[in-house]
């Protein structure tokens, strides 16, 4: 499977491209007006204005869900959007969090993109079987990077077969800014008060049908009706 990173190469880039914050994207460019989507982000601290990362000691997954929220908040691109958070607890599985159940017919199986525009998974069971298609990045500099993400959870979307999920004395961590095989969601594990970063997936969202536009013709019209209100406005005067 193909890596797509996003990184410039000269060491003045990489500086310029960590100080200051890239553009986010929140409509794919492949799809089109009535499409729905998700998007999927990690909360990186690197380089933004922000530390988002946090301890995973909590054994409620509202409490992630809140906090996912609250920080993706600091995004204006992403402030209007739902966010569930990519994580399991002992009670709940991240895919049933963040409703990607393949194995749910309620839960709607439609693309999931990073906020780069590239494509992560064509659909709920491509996210769970293993490998995703292109790096999930964080919203600040959308490049590769090589931190921590707190899941909890196995590749199939599930808790952490071993006990290591969310609010556990040892939670499952992957690298989904530098991985696409199953080490995205789940590659080693960490005392759970460490502060790590966190992941979200987004609510279905649908791209929006454009306005129509007025033809020449149309407008030409519209001014002369216009135009006619003027002059019999004026008559009565």
Not at 172 to 189: A, H, I, K, L, P
Request: with cysteine; glycine share 6%.
């Amino acid at each position: 499977m193909r890596i797509t990173r996003f990184f410039l190469v000269t060491p003045l880039a990489l500086v310029l491209n960590v100080a200051s914050a890239a553009t986010i994207t929140t409509v794919p460019p492949d799809l089109k007006p009535g499409d729905s989507y998700r998007l999927v982000i990690s909360l990186d601290n690197k380089g933004s204005q922000r530390n988002h990362a946090g301890p995973a000691t909590n054994t409620d997954i509202t409490f992630y869900n809140n906090y996912v929220n609250q920080e993706a908040a600091w995004y204006p691109e992403l402030v209007r959007i739902t966010w569930y958070a990519l994580g399991s607890t002992s009670t709940v599985d991240a895919r049933d969090n963040t409703h990607t159940n393949p194995n749910n017919l309620a839960d709607p199986d439609v693309p999931i993109y990073s906020v780069t525009g590239m494509r992560v998974a064509d659909g709920n069971a491509d996210l769970w079987d293993g490998t995703i298609q292109n790096l999930i990045v964080d919203p600040y500099c959308l490049c590769w990077d090589s931190n921590e993400v707190w899941t909890g959870t196995d590749p199939d979307g599930t808790k952490d077969a071993s006990g290591n999920y969310m609010g556990a004395s040892q939670v499952s961590y992957g690298y989904m800014q530098e991985r696409t095989d199953s080490g995205w969601v789940n590659f080693s594990t960490l005392d759970a008060t460490n502060g790590r970063n966190y992941a979200a997936i987004s609510a279905v969202m649908v791209i929006p049908s454009p306005i129509p536009s007025l033809s020449r013709w149309g407008l030409i019209v519209v001014g002369l009706i216009l135009l006619s209100v003027a002059l019999l406005r004026l008559r009565k005067v």
